[in-house]
Antibody
Framework: EVQLLESGGGLVQPGGSLRLSCAGS????????MNWVRQAPGKGLQWVSG????????YYADSVKGRFSISRDNSKNMVYLQMNRLRAEDTAIYFC???????????????WGQGTLVTVSS | SYALTQPPSVSVAPGETARITCGGN??????VHWYQQRPGQAPVLVIS???DRPSGIPERFSGSNSENTATLTISRVEAGDEADYYC???????????FGGGTKLTVL
């Protein structure tokens, strides 16, 4: 059974940092591109960042480029999102989602985690 | 940047057909994926590559895509179909995934 489990969310002050983690199981982790998608309270889905299966290609939404960094450790079946210089508008539930293939953009998201809440507030 | 436009809400009676549109410039040239999100839950893929239905998704769900509009069609709507629906494409000019704003389907 495919499972994605996010962790690392919490309350952080504006300007602070947080590192989200997503543990994958039940599939060949290195064969799947991984993505982070967020959803602000009462709002729609917003893609944040993506990473190819091998980790060599990374992609970022304009709103987070230069502040967030995505990475993965295929030996541990983990993907991470390092979030720096956080702003109030980054407050959201952050979902981890896997693509059905190794290269981002050619596939769809067949599994999602349940999300982890990030709150940026003083 | 590429934008996708969805109606904020669609309402249908049980047993009727719901059509949710997703507008974008020459979206017919892209592959469109559709996700269903029930309150408090993670999204679920219901249609991939314009009109393919993943395993476990009822045949009542179908999709089409042409020119500037993609459409998710739900036939014989049931109360359990009430959810938010999002379309998604890959914008290869910016290497970004793009989601539509979402449509809330209400079953009357």
């Amino acid at each position: 059974e495919v499972q994605l489990l996010e962790s690392g969310g919490g309350l952080v002050q504006p300007g602070g940092s947080l590192r989200l983690s997503c543990a994958g199981s039940g599939f060949t982790f290195s064969s799947c591109a991984m993505n982070w998608v967020r959803q602000a309270p009462g709002k729609g889905l917003q893609w944040v960042s993506g990473l190819s299966g091998g980790g060599s290609n990374t992609y970022y939404a304009d709103s987070v480029k230069g502040r967030f960094s995505i990475s993965r450790d295929n030996s541990k079946n983990m993907v991470y999102l390092q979030m720096n210089r956080l702003r109030a508008e980054d407050t959201a539930i952050y979902f981890c989602a896997k693509e059905t293939g190794p290269s981002s953009g050619y596939y769809n998201y067949d599994y999602w985690g349940q999300g982890t809440l990030v709150t940026v507030s003083s | 940047s590429y934008a996708l436009t969805q109606p904020p809400s669609v309402s249908v009676a049980p047993g009727e057909t719901a059509r949710i549109t997703c507008g974008g410039n020459t979206i017919g040239d892209k592959s469109v994926h559709w996700y269903q999100q029930r309150p408090g839950q993670a999204p679920v893929l219901v249609i991939s590559y314009d009109g393919d239905r993943p395993s476990g998704i009822p045949e009542r769900f179908s999709g089409s895509n042409s020119e500037n509009t993609a459409t998710l069609t739900i036939s014989r709507v049931e109360a359990g179909d009430e959810a938010d629906y999002y379309c998604q494409v890959w914008d290869d000019s910016s290497d970004h995934w793009v989601f539509g704003g979402g449509t809330k389907l209400t079953v009357l």
